[in-house]
């Protein structure tokens, strides 16, 4: 075979190589696909960052807001991975073409979970037999307010303490780890009674007396002469951490004409000091009156001054006492209570009956 036949063999060899190459390439880029999508929590819209997505060898991390990307994946039905930190693993079928938009819902990882814990009052300390509650599982605590559930998952959990004399206890608890501890205080129950330790009756006839030192304490309104009284309960002796559930000012009606329930009962807090054998009409110290809920049965009149008692002892408001009054009733009785004189009998004598916890 001649030079010249030879090199046209080969340059015809060549181009036939070239153009296979221009067309595998062509044909290679033709079927190239890729994804493009958010990670997102499973049943809702909010993004998962930091999630690690794969797809035939190719990866990609999530952004702030959940977008990921992949290009070049070879076309048709892939499977397409996802994790991320505290999510259950990701994986799926996708039938990818050259543009093809997929997002990943990611559940939450739900693993084992140990819950422990101590049961204690903040001054007594460990508290020993309180029932720790979670659905209708109950364990009691041991000698050192220790209570374990072993064998429970990574899910919220209503969580309820109970013992004899103790405020209960409730609340939601969702362990996030293997080993997770939640820790309880709970306050004891307590109820008190407070006597009276100054009360003054004061009238619009009598402006200028003071009836500080009167076994009556006169509640009256009918436009033209009205009765009312001030009425003070120290809060010494109670404890610091006294949170008030209940209290109830009690009130004995020893005027024999009237046994019925008729009046309107208003109680007020001064907003400044008054004294006991000082205090008259003409000088009361102004007060802020609000309607008070309250019943009357067996000569007791009943009225509850729990907020009262909450705003002294949780929100520490001066307490100045109380100011008891009514509005005006033209067909209503008196009342005539007995005061801190009042000798007859003493458990007569007007209190407060307070139920708190601490």
């Not at 930091?50 to 952004?63: I, T």
């Not at 938009?101 to 007594?124: C, E």
């Not at 067996?298 to 009262?308: A, F, K, M, P, Q």
């Not at 209570?337 to 458990?347: I, N, T, V, W």
Request: with cysteine.
């Amino acid at each position: 075979m001649s030079s010249v036949r030879v090199c046209r063999v080969l340059a015809v060899a060549s181009g036939l190589a070239l153009a296979l190459s221009l067309c595998s390439c062509a044909f290679t880029s033709d079927l190239s696909g890729s994804l493009v999508g958010k990670v997102m929590i499973a049943g809702s819209s909010i993004p998962i960052p930091g999630a690690f997505v794969e797809c035939e060898g190719l990866a990609a991390v999530s952004a702030a807001d959940g977008s990921y990307s992949l290009d070049g994946i070879p076309p048709g039905d892939r499977v397409v991975y996802a994790s991320a930190a505290g999510y259950s693993g990701y994986a799926q079928v996708v039938t990818v073409e050259e543009s093809t938009v997929h997002d990943i819902y990611m559940s939450l990882s739900i693993g084992p979970a140990r819950l422990f814990g101590y049961v204690s009052h903040a001054t007594l300390g460990p508290l020993e037999g309180a029932a720790v509650q979670i659905g209708d599982m109950i364990v009691m605590t041991d000698s050192l307010g220790f209570y374990e559930y072993p064998n429970l998952q990574q899910i919220s959990y209503l969580m309820t303490v109970t013992k004899d004399d103790y405020r209960s206890f409730s609340a939601n608890v969702h362990p996030d780890s293997e080993n997770y501890q939640f820790d309880v205080n709970v306050l004891i129950l307590k109820t008190v009674t407070l006597w009276s330790t100054a009360d003054a009756g004061v009238m619009n006839h009598d402006p200028d007396t003071n009836f500080g030192g009167n076994p009556e304490l006169r509640l009256f309104n009918d436009q033209i002469r009205h009765e009312r009284f001030f009425i003070l309960f120290s809060l010494d002796g109670l404890e610091e951490t006294a949170e008030p559930s209940a209290a109830t000012l009690r009130l004995y009606n020893t005027w024999v004409e009237t046994n019925d329930e008729h009046r309107t009962i208003l109680v007020g807090r001064p907003i400044a000091p008054w004294l006991e054998h000082v205090v008259t009409w003409a000088n009361s110290p102004v007060t802020d009156a609000s309607i008070a809920h309250s019943t009357y049965e067996d000569r007791w009149y009943e009225v509850s001054v729990g907020t009262y008692f909450s705003d002294w002892l949780v929100y520490d408001r001066d307490n100045f006492g109380l100011l008891v009054d009514t509005p005006v009733d033209h067909v209503a009785d008196r009342f005539v209570f007995a005061s801190r004189e009042y000798e007859e009998d003493e458990s007569k004598r007007a209190h407060v009956v307070l139920d708190y916890a601490w």
